[in-house]
């Protein structure tokens, strides 16, 4: 009887816990200041907006990688500098968005 309670109380706690998934953000703490290099290797971007875990606004920029590279190379950079604006006006164009810089979300779920 108590080994069968044990059992019953370990598939409601695996239960539980396959309900309750949590997801790990990935977020930018911190900005990259290091940008020539940055601005050649820049092909899209994503912004981070407040909320949840991340805490401070940032534009992720997607960079270049070679094609035996199989993750995205990443950095965060501060989505209100001067240089950051241009950029991204520049990779919209580049990718046929004529109309003005509106900052994409990113959405978590």
């Known amino acids: 009887m108590r080994s069968n309670t044990i059992i ?3 598939g409601l706690s695996c239960v539980c816990l396959s309900l309750a998934q949590t997801t790990f953000e990935d977020c930018c703490y ?3 200041t290091k940008t020539q290099r940055i601005q ?10 407040v909320d949840g875990g991340c805490n ?3 534009t992720i920029l997607i ?11 990443v950095v965060c950079v501060d989505p209100h500098a001067p ?8 990779i919209d164009k580049k990718k046929g968005k004529h109309d003005r810089y509106q ?4 959405h978590r779920s």
């Open 8 to 10: 019953v109380l370990l």
């Open 30 to 32: 911190r900005y990259v």
């Open 40 to 49: 050649r290797q820049a092909v899209n971007y994503r912004q981070q907006v």
């Open 56 to 58: 401070i606004p940032a």
């Open 63 to 73: 960079l270049r990688t070679p094609r035996t590279v199989k993750t995205q190379r």
């Open 83 to 90: 240089w950051v604006v241009h950029l991204i006006k520049k």
């Open 103 to 106: 900052p994409k979300t990113l």
